[in-house]
């Protein structure tokens, strides 16, 4: 079975503060696919990154970066100077190697004060 | 080019009618998913397709829920004799490889 916990439910930050959405993976899988999505009060659910589990590097993006750790099953997503925009619900997902399906947290509700 | 689109965007039914929910996936992506979000929570796996072929419908809740993608393109879910608790926003996903892209969801009251 598969699992992803957020344990964060709710954030408020200020405008600029730095914020981490914390996102904690359980698998059986030896390799298996991370991703992060954005829904912004729209409703769409938008891509932002993948990480396949045979490549620990961390990746910056922007104001955006993230960092996995394998031996903490953790993959974590941290924004520089929030603002307004950044706004959002936050879902972490886990894919398998076997099978296509992917498993959702339960997301971190993130709100930037201007 | 296009992303994924869905249709209808809202969808106000009554209970015991039958609605169906259409996807139409980014063009040559070869999988098809559909997921279900209820408020507060992350999407739920429901069914996937590669091509024209039902891969894993596990994720089905009960058999009044049925989904088809018959030329491997466009792909319909269909909920029978709707009840209160399918109300809920019904997204749909493509992906070529690993990633999956969503469109914008059906959202469906069932009243």
């Known amino acids: 079975a598969q699992k992803v916990t957020q344990a964060q439910t709710e954030i408020s930050v200020v405008e600029k503060e730095d914020v981490t959405l914390d996102c904690v993976y359980e698998?059986?899988?030896?390799?298996?696919?991370l991703f992060w999505y954005k829904q912004p009060p729209s409703g769409e659910l938008v891509f932002l990154i993948r990480?396949?589990?045979?490549?620990?590097q961390n990746e910056i993006s922007g104001r955006y970066s993230w960092n996995f750790q394998k031996s903490t099953s953790s993959f974590n997503f941290t924004i520089t100077a929030s603002q307004v925009v950044d706004s959002a619900v936050y879902f972490c997902a886990l894919r398998g190697r076997s099978g296509s399906r992917l498993t959702f947290g339960e997301g971190t509700q993130l709100t930037v004060n201007p | 080019g296009a992303g994924v689109s869905q249709s209808p965007r809202y969808k106000v039914t009554k209970r015991g009618q039958d609605v169906a929910l259409r996807c139409d996936p980014i063009s040559g992506h070869v999988s098809l998913y559909w997921y279900r979000q209820a408020l507060g929570q992350g999407p739920e796996f429901l069914t996937y397709?590669?091509?024209?072929?039902?891969?894993?419908k596990s994720g089905l809740p009960n058999d009044r829920f049925s989904a088809e993608r018959p030329e491997g393109s466009i792909s319909t879910l269909t909920i029978q004799r709707t009840e209160q608790r399918d109300s809920a926003m019904y997204r749909c996903?493509?992906?070529?490889?690993?990633?999956?892209?969503f469109g914008p969801g059906t959202r469906l009251l069932v009243l």
């Open positions: 397709f590669n091509y024209e072929a039902q891969q894993d």
């Open positions: 990480r396949n589990s045979f490549d620990e």
């Open positions: 996903a493509s992906s070529t490889q690993e990633t999956q892209y």
């Open positions: 698998t059986r899988d030896t390799t298996y696919y």
